[in-house]
């Protein structure tokens, strides 16, 4: 699912994860090593054609995983105690974009042109999302999830 159908479907839910997103630069990608073991990145996400996009220089060797096996999980970053507010984490797979006058225009919307004419752009395709954050009292956690293909967003409060 693109995010603009995750926004359409569910418009609060994506306003908050998207708000957990947009609050900090640098984010967590984990992707799959070729023996199948899990590797950690950092990354930058960015917005453009309503969708979620990261860049990559070139040959990078999250690019590779992701070029070999396109699932995806992504870590929005979180704020230190006790000034928490949150976080977020999504799921799915990455589409790798190579046409180089479609790359250009995304990357431009970020206000520069690509880092390399090599450089990767993947387009992040939701297929799971959750936003995890306290209640008001701030005594207890709130997990928000949603999976594409199942209505609703789920709910759940814990101590």
């Not at 970020?110 to 959750?130: K, N, T, Y």
């Not at 954050?133 to 814990?158: F, H, K, T, Y």
């Amino acid at each position: 699912m693109s995010w603009s159908e995750l926004l359409a479907a569910e418009p609060d839910f994506a306003a908050g994860v998207r708000a957990r997103l947009d609050a900090h630069v640098h984010k967590t990608i984990a992707t799959i090593r070729a023996d199948g073991a899990p590797r950690i990145s950092g990354i930058e996400t960015f917005w453009a054609a309503d969708d979620l996009w990261i860049g990559s220089m070139p040959n990078a060797v999250k690019a590779r995983d992701l070029q070999r096996d396109p699932r995806y999980a992504l870590h929005s970053g979180s704020d230190d105690p006790p000034d928490w507010h949150g976080d977020c984490k999504l799921s799915g797979v990455a589409v790798e974009w190579t046409d180089p006058d479609r790359r250009l225009e995304l990357f431009r919307t970020r206000g520069e042109d690509p880092p390399s004419p090599e450089s990767h752009l993947f387009q992040l395709v939701i297929h799971e999302a959750a936003l995890v954050s306290l209640n008001d009292a701030r005594d207890r956690l709130i997990v928000q999830s949603w999976r594409a293909g199942v209505p609703g967003v789920r709910r759940l409060e814990r101590d």
